[in-house]
């Protein structure tokens, strides 16, 4: 082999090497900064790239998409000066590959750092309280302050999240007690209340039975007037009869008036609930000449089967006692 076949060999190979190396492939999810001796010049997109071999060459291979960032646990001392240890995670995505390569060194260690700090701003301004209740506010201050920050970096944080929140062992055991002790009042507060209810429920259904009672009672006592009034105005329309009667001459009113009441009043003599045996002189003659008045009476209303009924009523009301009876006076 002739030394120019091998020039020509070795001016093949620098062609090909230098198409090569003037070709660039840029993954999807990259972006690749260009420099040329050394300085920035333009960024390469995903995709096919062309540079100028040997004059060019690849700096930086920036990852655009979101990336998350576990920030250490670190102790913060609150305003109350509680101690507590915190932890989280920041998620941020590269927007500018240049500003993310050449206007910070490390980028994940910057905003590790600038997290951590904020971190211990934020929350050292805050009760323990407020800490452990508002963990969405704390995440949304350091949001607004960690992205302001790393804008001149070409990066934007798109979420910053607390992961734990840890108390001191011997706070954590006050907390429990305090948790105890007001859930213990509340259960107390509770069991007050529903015994009041209870109480001022009871009261309100003895008052409302004892108005009810009284207007029972007073419902009562107006239908006994009632009654006694009508009783009343029938004992005095019977008398007021039978004067009229006497007045016309006719006795035999009067005699059944008479027997009627003297009747009513043995009966209550028999029923009265304290005594068992009543022992009373009776005078058969004057029950029979009264029951021989009604007879009169119920003859003159009714005709002659009324009589007929009441003599043989009056036959059976004499009590055979093995004597004769009376003779019965005839009445004028």
Do not use: C
């Amino acid at each position: 082999m002739s030394g120019f076949d091998i020039f020509a060999i070795a001016l093949v190979l620098l062609v090909i090497v230098t198409l090569l190396a003037g070709v660039k492939t840029v993954p999807q999810g990259y972006d690749w900064t260009i420099e040329r001796f050394g300085k920035y010049t333009h960024t390469m997109r995903p995709g096919l790239n062309l540079i100028v071999p040997y004059f060019d060459r690849v700096g930086r291979k920036i990852n655009v998409m979101e990336q998350v960032i576990a920030i250490p646990e670190q102790e913060v001392i609150t305003r109350d000066n509680a101690t507590v240890t915190v932890d989280g995670v920041a998620f941020y995505q590269v927007f500018d590959a240049a500003k993310a390569s050449y206007e910070v060194a490390d980028l994940n260690q910057a905003i590790t750092v600038l997290t951590m700090t904020n971190i211990r701003s934020v929350m050292g301004s805050m009760d323990l309280d407020q800490i452990l209740s508002h963990r969405d506010e704390i995440n949304e201050r350091l949001l607004r302050v960690v992205d302001a920050a790393v804008s001149p970096w070409g990066v934007k944080v798109n979420r910053i999240e607390i992961k734990d929140i840890v108390p001191p062992a011997d706070l954590v055991e006050a907390m429990g007690r305090q948790m105890k002790a007001e859930r213990v009042k509340r259960a107390d507060i509770l069991q007050a209340e529903g015994q009041r209810q209870s109480e001022i429920l009871r009261a309100e259904g003895a008052k409302q039975g004892q108005i009810l009672q009284a207007e029972g009672r007073r419902e009562a006592a107006f239908r006994d007037a009632e009654a006694r009034e009508r009783l009343a105005e029938a004992e005095a329309k019977a008398t007021q009869m039978v004067s009229e009667a006497i007045a016309k001459g006719d006795v035999a009113s009067l005699n059944y008036f008479i027997a009627d009441k003297y009747i009513k009043a043995f009966g209550q003599f028999a029923e009265a609930p304290n005594q068992k045996i009543i022992m009373l002189p009776i005078e058969a003659v004057s029950m029979l000449g009264s029951l021989a008045g009604i007879g009169e009476i119920a003859k003159a209303t009714f005709g002659e089967s009324a009589t007929s009924t009441s003599a043989a009523a009056r036959r059976g009301s004499v009590p055979s006692t093995g004597a004769t009876p009376p003779s019965v006076p005839q009445q004028s």
